[in-house]
């Protein structure tokens, strides 16, 4: 699909992801797609800098960046707090529909995996620098019956940012400890937002909660 006719996609594009290698490549796929400056960044802090002070037209960013599985979340919703226009592209190599749900749910205009191939990568480029919506096809009818169904639950919509980086942490098996030097928290915040979680997700003990925290990020909670 070639859409360097489309003034829209004649952009800076901000691409954040911490494998240089993905970044060139998806850099590749759109430039042959359209007339674009592509920008990289590695980390969320470094990319909310770049976007800061370079203003990118279009932001293309991983779900997950470094440790934190959500951090591509964390950011787009970070970005719309203070820009509603800029179009945001998510990517990733998660195949759950809850993870494009969530992305959406905070304001990302597109979600996409990492292995589609070049033409529907080039697709979801091309409809959001327009400033549509594009969802990767193998996840849109998931997406569909969730909304229908409600099927991200109460639970979901009650966590706070903090609260689902943390689950997020949980689910991989960090201790108390871990998760504090890692979210740069102290141990009793840590422990004082777990007691949280457990009464909102309803579990009644540690174990439970670790099979909880999976069964969110993988969309069986509800």
């Known amino acids: 699909m070639n859409i360097a006719a489309d003034p829209a996609a004649s952009r800076r594009v901000l691409i ?16 042959s797609s359209a007339p674009c400056e592509i920008l990289t960044a590695a980390t969320a802090l ?3 800098r770049l976007w800061r002070h370079e203003r990118p ?30 179009p945001i592209l998510v990517f990733t190599m998660h195949r759950s529909a809850v993870f494009a749900m969530r ?28 400033g549509g919506y594009y969802v990767d096809s193998r996840l849109a009818k998931q997406i569909t019956l969730m909304s229908v169904h409600g099927a991200t639950g109460d639970a979901r919509r009650r966590l706070t940012s903090r609260e689902e980086e943390i689950l997020s942490m949980i689910a991989e098996g960090l201790t108390y400890q ?17 007691l949280t979680l457990k009464e909102k997700l309803g579990a009644k ?5 670790v099979v909880r925290s999976i069964r969110y990020f993988e969309g069986g909670l509800s």
């Open 178 to 194: 871990e998760i504090a030097e890692r979210a740069c928290l102290s141990y009793k915040t840590v422990t004082n937002v777990t």
């Open 57 to 86: 037209h279009m932001v293309v960013v991983d779900l997950t960046l470094g440790d934190n599985k959500i951090a591509g979340i964390k950011l787009t919703a970070r970005l719309r707090s203070v820009d509603s226009t800029t």
């Open 205 to 209: 003990s540690l174990v439970d909660l």
């Open 103 to 130: 992305a959406l749910q905070v304001g990302a205009n597109g979600f996409i995996h990492k292995d589609s191939p070049p033409e529907e990568i080039c697709a979801a480029f091309a409809e959001v620098a327009r």
């Open 46 to 48: 470094e990319g909310w």
């Open 16 to 31: 954040i992801d911490d494998h240089p290698v993905v970044a060139e490549g998806w850099g590749r796929i759109l430039r």
